[in-house]
């Protein structure tokens, strides 16, 4: 079992849907966690980034981290077609050791 | 600003061919990643550098692959002999890590896609 785990898609919304991106993960040495979106034939390029347990807001986006649960959460407001892409989370620990989600491809329709 | 550089972006050959994929990452980043991305799953670290020290080579598959960063800027990571399982996207990626912290704002290339007939 991989010790970051990522709801699997594919995930199909209209434009303008609230989109609920979810992950779990099991290693408590975790500390930062990251949403990379990944468009086809790109490389990920990193979207929000959260220190610990929290909230954080930009723009149509925001990211949720409930240690006590172990579970991380990307929102997207009012989405675009230009949303559509696969979204990665990502744990890292305070040492650098990395672990991304097998990642969920949403498209956006117009 | 440039970004992460890799090359090539494709590349074919037929198994137990060598192949090599080179990196140039953000100036002035001291971490440089490889990851290997099979079709449908996430980013998995093959290698891990601060600066020229490789830090976390614990999943690179030592017999056939090797990985260098002279200099601590530029990497290159080599297959020999490539088999049919290795056809993937490899990534390349650089941070910067201050003090004792890696925060994980990892900053990609483009990858390069290995197809082995």
């Known amino acids: 079992q991989k010790e970051v785990e990522q709801d699997p898609g594919p995930l199909s919304v209209p434009e303008g849907a609230i989109v609920s991106l979810n992950c779990t993960y099991s290693?408590?040495?975790?500390?930062?966690f990251m949403w990379y979106r990944q468009y086809s034939r790109k490389g990920p390029e990193l979207l929000m980034y959260?220190?610990?347990?929290g909230n954080k807001e930009d723009g149509r986006f925001t990211a949720q981290v409930d240690k006590s649960s172990k579970y991380i959460s990307l929102f997207i407001r009012d989405s675009q077609p230009s949303d559509s892409a696969t979204y990665l989370c990502?744990?890292?620990?305070?040492?650098?050791?990395?672990?991304f989600g097998d990642g969920t491809t949403l498209t956006v329709k117009p | 600003e440039a970004g992460v550089v890799q090359s090539p972006r494709y590349k074919i050959i037929e198994k137990k061919q060598p192949v090599a994929f080179w990196c140039n990452p953000i100036?002035?980043?001291?971490?440089l990643y490889w990851y290997r991305q099979n079709l449908g799953q996430g980013p998995e670290l093959l290698i891990r550098?601060?600066?020229?020290?490789?830090?976390?080579d614990s999943q690179l598959p030592k017999d056939r692959f090797s990985a260098e960063r002279l200099k601590g800027v530029d990497s290159t990571l080599k297959i020999q002999p490539a088999e049919l399982g290795d056809s993937a996207v490899y990534l390349c990626?650089?941070?910067?890590?201050?003090?004792?912290?890696?925060?994980?704002?990892?900053?990609f290339g483009e990858g390069s896609r290995l197809t082995v007939l």
């Open positions: 990502a744990s890292f620990t305070n040492a650098g050791k990395s672990t």
């Open positions: 990626a650089s941070s910067l890590r201050v003090g004792t912290a890696n925060t994980g704002e990892l900053f």
């Open positions: 100036s002035g980043h001291n971490t």
């Open positions: 959260t220190y610990s347990s």
């Open positions: 290693n408590s040495a975790f500390q930062y």
């Open positions: 550098y601060e600066n020229e020290e490789a830090v976390d």
